[in-house]
């Protein structure tokens, strides 16, 4: 005599996806490609029941193959996959932590060569793409070396902003190229 179905309860289907991220514990899929079910481990058929630890997220396609059969193959223990997820989260958090400083340090170096080449600090009259340029070799080369070449273009050129910002440009172009 096979045993009786008993209905899973909407806060327990609810738990089960919460707990399984969403995602079909088979294929990988997740809403809104698919429709998830709970899935029984141990099927009803075999003396399954509805305790947490005996269902898993499926799609109605894995549910429907899987069927009354055991699986072969056991999905990653929730404490396994909720490593996982810790230690991805982690990793992000610090790559954007890293970048962020990155972005933090060429900003903050920006002006110190803005100061250098305008000299007095005044930024009155300096072009946007002159400020990405600045970025640009900020991110490429060495801040000494940015402010060293920010210093000979105002010693060269010290009386048109537009030459010596050309002047600058081209150092800068050397000194990466000499780099390569």
Known sequence: ??????????KTRFEIFKRDGFICQYCGA?????????????????????????????CFDCNRGKSAN???VIPKSLKEK?????EREAQ?????EVMQSSLDRIESDLWTV????????????IRRDWIQ???NFNSKLALHEVIDAAE??????????????????????????DAQ
């Open 114 to 125: 803005v100061d250098t080449m305008i000299h007095n600090g005044s930024v009155d009259g």
């Open 133 to 135: 340029s600045i970025k």
């Open 30 to 58: 997740h809403p809104p490609a698919v429709i998830l079910e709970p899935d029984h481990i141990n099927p009803v058929a075999n003396g399954g029941g509805n305790d947490m630890d005996n269902l898993v997220t499926a």
């Open 152 to 177: 000979i273009a105002l010693a060269r050129k010290p009386y048109s902003k537009n030459q010596r910002f050309a002047y600058f440009c081209g150092i800068c172009w050397n000194k990466i190229r």
């Open 70 to 72: 055991l699986l072969t």
């Open 92 to 96: 992000i958090a610090g790559y954007r």
């Open 1 to 10: 005599m096979a045993t009786k179905r008993k209905a899973i309860s909407k």
């Open 82 to 86: 909720a490593a996982e997820i810790e």
